[in-house]
Nanobody, 124 residues
Framework: VQLQASGGGLVQAAGSLRLYCAASGRTISRDSMGWFRQAPGKEREFVAAISPSSGATRYLDSVKGRFTISRDNAKRTIYLQMNSLKPEDTAVYYC??????????????????WGQGTQVTVSS
């Protein structure tokens, strides 16, 4: 499966962005999907994940209540709605697929496919 992330950009603190992750090559309806981010000089960290049926989600503590992950399996697209953005949210955001898994994992090495990343910059 190929994953294409988009929707990043420059936004002021307290603003909003919506990230998109479009999948091609195969269906993702049986895959758990996740968003990760990597800031300069830091390791890649888990942000959010969603189960195949959207029945379960998980978030990084610092984004709970501000970010929402969702999916449309018919459109093969994953979304990350980001509200009340903070400068510390600045990073390259990556989407990833945990193929055939119904369980959510926060561990990057569990994911099989990755998108190319989209830059999110939040100015103070």
């Amino acid at each position: 499966v190929q994953l294409q992330a988009s929707g990043g950009g420059l936004v002021q603190a307290a603003g909003s962005l919506r990230l998109y992750c479009a999948a091609s090559g195969r269906t993702i309806s049986r895959d758990s999907m996740g968003w990760f981010r990597q800031a300069p000089g830091k390791e890649r960290e888990f942000v959010a994940a969603i189960s195949p049926s959207s029945g379960a989600t998980r978030y990084l503590d610092s984004v709970k209540g501000r970010f929402t992950i969702s999916r449309d399996n018919a459109k093969r697209t994953i979304y990350l709605q980001m509200n009340s953005l903070k400068p510390e949210d600045t990073a390259v955001y990556y989407c990833a697929a945990d193929v055939g898994s119904s369980q959510i994992t926060t561990t990057a090495r569990a994911y099989d496919y990755w998108g190319q990343g989209t830059q999110v910059t939040v100015s103070s």
